[in-house]
């Protein structure tokens, strides 16, 4: 059973930093999308990072390009959000979630997500 669950969300101000972890068990690691997406209050959920855990290719969403780093430790099934400069519309409940499928560019297309954890920037 595939089992994926996100920790470090929280309440910062604008300017100020969360780094997000995953952690991901029940599939095999490899060849994989994992990504994070973002459900803010009154918009669709977004994809705003994913990654391709067999060679790390990345993808940011124009939002948060410059601002937020994935990454990830394959030994430890473990994918990671680095959230910069955060800014009151990065508000939000984040999602890791996991596609097996050959494409990942919307949120539709992953397979497996976790509960989410909620992320607060204030101004």
């Known amino acids: 059973q595939v089992h994926l669950e996100e920790s470090g969300g929280g309440s910062v101000q604008a300017g100020g930093s969360l780094r997000l972890s995953c952690t991901g068990s029940g599939y095999t690691y490899r060849s994989n999308f994992m990504g994070w997406i973002r459900q803010a209050p009154g918009k669709e959920r977004e994809v705003v990072a994913q990654?391709?855990?067999?060679?790390?290719?990345?993808y940011y969403a124009d939002s948060v390009k410059g601002r937020f780093t994935i990454s990830q430790d394959i030994a430890e099934n473990m994918v990671y959000l680095q959230m910069n400069n955060l800014k009151p519309e990065d508000t939000g409940m984040y999602y890791c979630?996991?596609?097996?499928?050959?494409?990942?560019?919307?949120?539709?297309?992953?397979?497996?997500w976790g509960q989410g954890t909620q992320v607060t920037v204030s101004s």
């Open positions: 979630a996991v596609s097996l499928g050959p494409a990942a560019a919307f949120s539709d297309e992953y397979n497996y």
């Open positions: 990654i391709f855990t067999s060679n790390s290719r990345t």
